[in-house]
């Protein structure tokens, strides 16, 4: 009988070709469950208050958190207001990854996100719709003793969303405010081991920036990036999977092409 070729396979075939199928999808199942390991991984970071204390317009400085040519670092804002240091000579500095370890192609993709401490003071609260001017320098390096190469420079406004939820009085002064999650900046593939964040807070009361928005006290981070055991598996399950699928492909078109019959649309 002229017909699909589904039509033409013996019911033994076709119980093995869907048992195969059956097995390939269990095993592909049991893959991703026992050896893969979760798609990504998110790390914090509290980012190093340093001290810019000699300014140079001829070339770009980077402030390293740690290290052997690590920063001059303030504990507290109190240090800064001790020492007389305005808030235009702190940078916060932020290194990717954690010490003794490394960034990876593998990771694919990089996200971060950023989160404001800010204390509630009765002389400086956070006034509705706040925007928060952000000057940020991204680097990067392939080794521990090379110098930072720029990746990117921005000036960034970020809008502030927090709440109180004690009463405004200057008996909770120091209290935080709770202030939602801000996208910050996102790396499309991990090309390099190291990277550094460089991020000022430039204040500017005639013009009115960085103005009424509360008293920060830190910056926090957030780095989600895709894991490498995660992207290794994906990587050679597709590897496989690929060619299966031509294999298939070919085998089901020349059984077609040996029909004595033009094939249909369907099967085309």
């Known amino acids: 009988m002229a017909g699909a070729i589904i039509e033409n396979m013996s019911t033994k075939k076709l119980v093995i070709v869907g048992v195969t199928l059956l097995l390939f999808q269990a095993l592909a199942f049991m893959v991703g469950g026992l050896i893969a390991p979760s798609p990504t991984t998110a790390v914090h970071y509290l980012a190093t208050k340093c001290v810019d204390t000699v300014k140079s317009q ?20 109190d240090d800064a207001m001790a020492k007389r240091i305005e808030a235009n000579d702190i940078v916060f500095a932020v290194h990717i990854p954690l010490p ?114 509360g008293e920060i006290k830190d910056i926090r981070l957030v780095s989600i990036h895709q894991n490498g055991g995660f992207t290794k598996v994906w990587f050679a399950m597709k590897t496989f999977l690929t060619p299966s699928i031509l294999i298939i492909m070919i085998w089901y078109w020349r059984r077609i092409s040996l029909m004595s019959r033009p094939p249909v649309l369907l099967e085309k």
């Open 58 to 77: 001829q070339e770009t400085k980077w402030f390293m958190p740690w290290g052997p040519n690590q920063c001059d670092k303030l504990q507290s804002f």
């Open 100 to 213: 003794k370890k490394e960034m990876s192609p593998w990771f694919q993709f990089m996200l971060v996100i950023l989160q404001f401490d800010i204390a509630f003071k009765m002389y400086n609260q956070i006034e509705e719709g706040a925007m928060v001017n952000i000057e940020v320098g991204l680097a990067y390096r392939d080794d521990t003793v090379s110098p930072w190469t720029e990746m990117a420079r921005s000036f960034e406004q970020r809008r502030l969303n927090c709440s109180f939820t004690t009463a405004k009085t200057v008996e909770n002064e120091g209290r935080h405010y709770e202030c939602d999650l801000l996208p910050f900046m996102e790396l499309g593939s991990v090309a390099h081991k190291y990277y550094l964040l460089n991020i000022r807070l430039p204040v500017n009361e005639r013009k009115k920036i960085n103005v009424k928005i």
